[in-house]
């Protein structure tokens, strides 16, 4: 399932999703309405029952959406200026989950990772490419059947 903002992606890009990903469906949503903001995101599933404790009285972030936050932000409804993208990117997901009526079970188990590219290494906070290549390399089918 490919989730992205309708009109948003470049003529190269859907070019790809098309070409190398032809068989995948493909989900364009409405900027703010399906496809919510960072903010939006944040708030929804801060007012949703996705993150309460044990009891159900007291909400808790997931460690893994903790280093997504704006640490200045004690209710934690804005997002790391460096991780918005990411939010957004996650507001797609959320309101797909909402309305295929899975929010609750996928939202609830509260397992998020951050996904690090294996060809980014980070140095403080600044993210930097590897230069001169990986060690490994992936390849998927399409690939495989053109060698």
Request: contains cysteine; charged residues 20%; aromatic residues 10%.
């Amino acid at each position: 399932h490919i989730v992205y903002e309708r009109g948003n992606p470049s003529e190269t890009t859907m070019r790809i999703f098309n070409t190398l990903l032809a068989t995948a469906q493909k989900e364009p949503l409405q900027k703010d309405v399906q496809f919510y903001s960072a903010v939006k995101t944040l708030k929804i599933l801060h007012e949703g029952d996705y993150f309460k404790n044990e009891s159900g009285d007291d909400f808790e972030w997931p460690e893994g959406l903790k280093s997504f936050l704006n640490p200045a932000d004690s209710l934690g409804l804005t997002p790391h200026e460096d991780k918005e993208l990411a939010i957004n990117a996650l507001g797609g997901c959320v309101y797909l989950l909402k309305n295929f009526v899975l929010d609750q079970q996928i939202l609830g188990q509260k397992h998020f990772q951050e996904y690090v590219p294996p060809d980014v290494v980070f140095s403080g906070e600044k993210s930097t490419v590897v230069e001169g290549g990986l060690s490994t390399m992936v390849l998927d089918a399409i690939t495989i059947n053109n060698l």
